[in-house]
């Protein structure tokens, strides 16, 4: 794995992720699963969803593999269990071109502390009362 080989990420208080892969799929299966919460036309969740499914796509082996998302939804409905596919981390991170695989899971830790907070909050919902006049405007 190239996780492990890897002694230090070179960001102050982020630690190297002893597996990488296996967290940021539970981070994204937790998000998914967090956005449940939020109405399917609520901007936020299309979007959010499809950068999420977008990323674990990315997480394929080969070709002809399914996300791990799916895969793991598959395993658990079929009650199998099956090895996890343990693609090369920095291929993935050249793909993405976002950071290291470390800040992306803090990324992906962050969004889903936000998610929970954006279903309490019910962005989606109108104003309880209107707002007062040059609320949205901008200079």
């Known amino acids: 794995m190239a996780g492990l080989l890897k002694r230090t990420t070179g960001l102050v208080g982020l630690a190297v992720e002893a597996k990488p892969i296996e967290k940021l799929t539970l981070v994204y299966n937790k998000l998914l699963t967090a956005l449940q919460d939020v ?3 609520a901007a936020y969740r299309e979007y959010t969803e499809q950068m999420v499914n977008d990323r674990l796509a990315s997480l394929q082996q080969r070709p002809g593999d399914l996300p791990l998302l799916l895969r793991s939804v598959c395993l658990k409905r079929n009650g199998k269990v099956a090895s996890p596919v343990e693609p090369d981390v920095s291929k993935f991170e050249n793909k993405l071109k ?3 695989i470390e800040e992306i899971i803090k990324q992906a830790e962050d969004e889903l502390f936000l998610t929970r907070k954006m279903a309490g909050w ?16 901008w200079p």
């Open 39 to 41: 109405p399917k036309e």
């Open 122 to 137: 019910k962005t989606w919902e109108p104003l309880k009362e209107e707002a007062p006049p040059g609320q949205w405007k």
């Open 98 to 100: 976002v950071g290291q």
